[in-house]
């Protein structure tokens, strides 16, 4: 069954853009849930991918009806009891009863250091094996099942591109595979590939013939056409 986190391809309201002076956040503790995100993040407890993949784990009434920072706050809460920062009781009663361990605590992110912590990012390049693939080649996507590490893992593989057929266009060298990495099981990096379908590969005749999709997908996603 697709999940719910797996938007792409459904059908959609167009876009409004946000507008230059409308607020950067709606409510006041939509700046909390980032700041809070950000300065937990930073102590290197869990990777990008695992804080990805704990949004998404979240049953999928609460992931129907929850806001976007309600979903953010969700997945961060969890990560916090799953790797031992806070207890059950703690997160009941709302009242901090013991300190994370030191190794942690040294690692907190202060307000002066959040612009350069950011400007940075967490680059995911690594060395790795050459390229299966070349530029020009068609490649077919496997479905996303095939590709996960762990049942009801963790895969940045779209169903909308599942067992279609594309071209690489580009490959991006080699890069952390977030299927793993989400689950604190290694990096495993692998070639990186931009593949472009064509619109009415994906959606038949409704799709304009003028029209291209490229997607980035991981080696371990594709096999040769």
């Not at 797996?6 to 409510?27: H, L, Q, R, T, W």
């Not at 009663?93 to 992110?109: F, T, V």
Request: charged share 20%; hydrophobic share 35%; glycine share 8%.
């Amino acid at each position: 069954m697709k999940p719910p986190h797996d938007m792409g391809g459904n059908p959609a309201e167009p876009v409004i853009p946000d507008k230059p002076d409308e607020p950067k956040f709606d409510e006041a503790w939509h700046r909390r849930v980032l700041g809070i995100t950000i300065a937990v993040g930073a102590m290197g407890g869990w990777s990008i991918d695992a804080s990805r993949y704990a949004r998404e784990s979240l049953p999928r009434s609460d992931y129907k009806k929850f806001s976007y920072y309600e979903k953010w706050l969700g997945g961060l809460t969890n990560l916090l009891f799953q790797r031992g920062f806070i207890s059950k009781n703690e997160i009941q009663s709302g009242h901090g009863e013991s300190k994370s361990p030191l190794e942690w605590r040294e690692r907190i992110l202060s307000a002066k250091h959040v612009s350069a912590s950011l400007a940075a990012g967490a680059p995911t390049r690594r060395q790795g094996a050459k390229p299966i693939f070349s530029v020009s080649q068609k490649v077919s996507v496997k479905l996303p099942s095939d590709t996960l590490c762990v049942p009801i893992g963790h895969t940045r593989l779209p169903h909308y591109i599942s067992g279609k057929t594309g071209v690489i266009i580009k490959c991006h060298g080699v890069h952390v595979l977030p299927n793993t990495n989400a689950h604190f099981l290694g990096e495993h990096p692998e070639n990186l590939y931009a593949v472009e379908f064509q619109a009415r590969t994906l959606w038949e005749q409704s799709a304009s013939s003028l029209d291209s999709v490229v997607v980035d997908c991981w080696e371990s996603y594709l096999e040769q056409a």
